[in-house]
């Protein structure tokens, strides 16, 4: 059985950092492009940042690049998203998910989703 957790949420200031992990079980990590995604409370969910099977190439939304790094490590089977900069309108539930393609974009089918983790901004 595939399952993804996510952990590192929190209540955090602005201007603050987070690292999200993402850890991956029942599959081999190595072969799935991973994803991260978040929903603000009566928003529609939204990419935040992905990263290729191997970590070689990773693209963020606009809305948090140069404040965020996607990383991945296939040895522990963990994604990794550290943000920085924090923002109140970064507040929201953020997943990861992964996916066969080898780099996934904003609109790839997502195979495996985890229950997410919450992250809120205070100002």
């Known amino acids: 059985q595939v399952q993804l957790v996510e952990s590192g949420g929190g209540l955090v200031q602005a201007g603050g950092s987070l690292r999200l992990s993402c850890a991956a079980s029942g599959l081999t990590f190595s072969n799935y492009g991973m994803g991260w995604f978040r929903q603000a409370p009566g928003k529609e969910r939204e990419f935040v940042a992905a990263i290729s099977r191997n970590g070689g190439t990773t693209d963020y939304a606009e809305a948090v690049k140069g404040r965020s790094t996607i990383s991945r490590d296939n040895a522990k089977n963990t994604g990794l998203l550290q943000m920085s900069s924090l923002k109140p309108e970064d507040t929201a539930v953020y997943y990861c998910?992964?996916?066969?393609?080898?780099?996934?974009?904003?609109?790839?089918?997502?195979?495996?989703w985890g229950k997410g983790t919450l992250v809120t901004v205070s100002a």
């Open positions: 998910a992964a996916t066969r393609e080898v780099f996934p974009n904003p609109t790839s089918k997502m195979l495996f």
